[in-house]
Nanobody
Framework: QVQLVESGGGLVQPGGSLRLSCAAS????????MGWYRQAAGKERELVAT???????NYADSGKGRFTISRDNGKNTVYLAMNSLKPEDTAVYYC??????????????????WGQGTQVTVSS
């Protein structure tokens, strides 16, 4: 009923910048928290940043001062601007959204949805 589609990943040199986007679509009533996680090869998925519907943000220490999360509630889209990228930022980045949506019987339901992931590679 709800899909999250990410874009913006790619290859960038150390010190460079990227901006990730994640758009939610479907039978959406409203979206609570949205955020980004990442998973490097051989490691567990870890939090990058989250943002509430009111705009309150939370960052992992690894991204503080370099990453900025934002959202456009009218477009059901969350963004992650990443600056001063480091090789250790290399990972697959996943967006998620805590969504209220309409079920098959038009009843309101709530669940977390995840994007398919977008690869970010920081290398010279």
């Amino acid at each position: 009923q709800v899909q999250l589609v990410e874009s913006g990943g790619g290859l960038v040199q150390p010190g460079g910048s990227l901006r990730l986007s994640c758009a939610a679509s479907g039978s959406i009533i409203s979206i609570n928290d949205m955020g980004w996680y990442r998973q490097a090869a051989g490691k567990e998925r870890e939090l990058v940043a989250t943002i509430t519907s009111g705009g309150t943000t939370n960052y992992a220490d690894s991204g503080k001062g370099r990453f900025t999360i934002s959202r456009d509630n009218g477009k059901n889209t969350v963004y992650l601007a990443m600056n001063s990228l480091k090789p250790e930022d290399t990972a697959v980045y996943y967006c998620y959204a805590d969504v209220w949506y309409r079920g098959r019987n038009y009843d309101p339901r709530r669940t977390d949805y995840w994007g398919q992931g977008t690869q970010v590679t920081v290398s010279s």
